[in-house]
C-alpha cells in the first residue's frame, strides 16, 4: 500500500492510507509483527515502524506477545486495542428484542434479551430499545457513552421517504411516523435502521457463504419468507425500502391473495412459508407432527425428513414437495436477477442442509434459464443479530479508523 508513481493525494492522506491497510490486515490475520505488516503492505521496516508508532499513541493498537519458536530474537507483536470503540446492535421481532454490544475487533462482549411486551402493553417502543440496549452494555461493562454507533434490525423496512415502517403489520408499536425522531432524541449515538433479511445478507457477505461475493440472493424463510438482494457487492432496497419482500409475490400453485399488505401474507408465503410445512405434512400422511410455533414446528419437520432413511417416502415426498415450492418463487427472482450465487437461510431451509439444498438446486434448473449456484448459509447463531453487528462495525471502523482527521 506503500505510495506508488501517480497515486494522488498528500502524504498526509498516503500515511492514513497505509494506516487502514494495516488496521484491516490486523483485523483480518491477528496479531502481526512489524516485519510482517511491512510484508503484507510493502512498506519498509523503518515506515512500518513509525506506522505502528503512530497507531499505537493513537489507542488504536497495542503491542502484544512475542514471536517464539522461530530462529533469531522474538520480534514484539501488535493487535487492534478491542477498547478502541464499540458498536451495538438489535435484532427486533413480535416476540423479543435481541441486543448485542462489540468491540472494534467483532468480539461480542455483552448480550441482552427482553421479551416484547405484547400489544395491550403500554410500554413505548423508545423505552423498549434502550432498556434492551442498556442490558447489553451493562453485560459489556460499559456505559451508553461508550457506543460508537447502533444499528436497528426490523422486519419490514422504514420507508426513505416518509419514515414510517412498512410491510411489518405484525411489530406493534413500531409504526409512529414520528418514532425515528424519538429514537434519535433518546439514543446519544448515531443509529441506523434496517431490514432483518438485509442484515443476514450482510453477516453472509462478510463472515459466511457470499463471502467474496458482489451479486447473490439470500432467500430467508424463518417467521416469514423474504430475500435480499446484493448488486454489484451492494444492498439493493427499493423505493420504499421493501425490495426482496418475496412472501407477497404471487406464484403458480397459491391462491391469489388480494389486499397482500392487510393480510401480511402472499402467494410465495402461503406456498412455502413455515406454516406451509405442517400442513403439507399432514396432507402427505406424517404423524407425529410436533407442536409450537411454525418456525420451530417446520425446522424440526424438514430436518427430520433430511435424516429420514432411504425407505421413508413420506419423509421424502415431503422433503420434494418443499424443494418444488421453494423453488417456484425462487425462479422468478433468478430470472429476473440473474444471481451468481443464491444463500439459503433461517431455519426453515437451513434445517435441510445438503439434502434440500440439492433437491432445490434441481428445481430451479428446471424451472428457471439462469444457473446460479445455491449454498446453505453459514451464520447460524443470530444472524439477524450479526449482521447488525457487523453493520455497525463497518461504519465504526470507517470513522474510528481515519486517521487523517
Known sequence: MA????????????????????????LEHGPLSRTRIGKLTGLSKPTASQ????????????????TEGRPGPNAQLY??????????????????IRAAVADVT???VGHHELPAPGRRSAAPVVQQVTDALDGAVKAAGLSRADIHRLVIGTPGAFDPHTGRLR??????????????GELAAALPMPFEYENDVNLVALAE???????????????????????????????????TGGAGEVGFL??????????????????????????????????????????????????????RAAAAPDDDEPH??????????????????????????????????????????????????????????????????????RGALESALAATRDEVFDTTR
Do not use: C, K
Open 3 to 26: 505510495g506508488t508513481a501517480g497515486t494522488p493525494g498528500t502524504p498526509r492522506v498516503l500515511r492514513a492510507m497505509n494506516d487502514r491497510t494495516a488496521l484491516d490486515l490486523l
Open 51 to 66: 506506522l505502528l508508532a503512530r497507531l499505537e499513541a493513537a489507542g488504536l493498537v497495542l503491542a502484544t506477545g512475542t
Open 79 to 96: 493487535e487492534v486495542n478491542p477498547a478502541a470503540a464499540y458498536a451495538a446492535g438489535l435484532d427486533v421481532t413480535p416476540q423479543r
Open 106 to 108: 467483532g468480539r461480542t
Open 167 to 180: 410491510y411489518a403489520s405484525h411489530l406493534p408499536g413500531w409504526h409512529s411516523p414520528t418514532l425515528l
Open 205 to 239: 457477505q462478510r463472515l459466511g457463504a457470499a463471502r467474496n461475493h458482489t451479486d447473490f440472493v439470500l432467500l430467508w424463510n424463518q417467521e416469514g419468507l423474504g430475500a435480499a438482494l446484493v448488486l454489484g457487492g451492494r444492498l439493493h432496497r427499493g423505493w
Open 250 to 303: 404471487p406464484v403458480p400453485g397459491a391462491p391469489l391473495v388480494r389486499q397482500v399488505t392487510r393480510a401480511n401474507s402472499g402467494g410465495y408465503q402461503e406456498l412455502a412459508g413455515s406454516q406451509a410445512v405442517p400442513v403439507l405434512a399432514r396432507e402427505l400422511g406424517i404423524e407425529d407432527i410436533p407442536r409450537g410455533p411454525y418456525p420451530e414446528v417446520a425446522a424440526a419437520l424438514i430436518e
Open 316 to 385: 421424502h415426498r415431503l422433503l420434494r414437495a418443499y424443494a418444488t415450492r421453494l423453488a417456484t418463487g425462487l425462479a422468478s427472482l433468478v430470472s429476473v436477477l440473474d444471481p451468481e450465487l443464491v444463500v439459503l437461510s433461517g431455519t426453515g431451509l437451513t434445517a435441510g442442509g445438503e439434502v434440500l439444498r440439492a433437491l432445490v438446486q434441481a428445481e430451479l434448473e428446471e424451472l428457471a434459464a439462469p444457473r446460479p449456484r445455491l449454498v446453505v448459509g453459514d451464520v447460524r447463531e443470530h444472524p439477524v443479530l
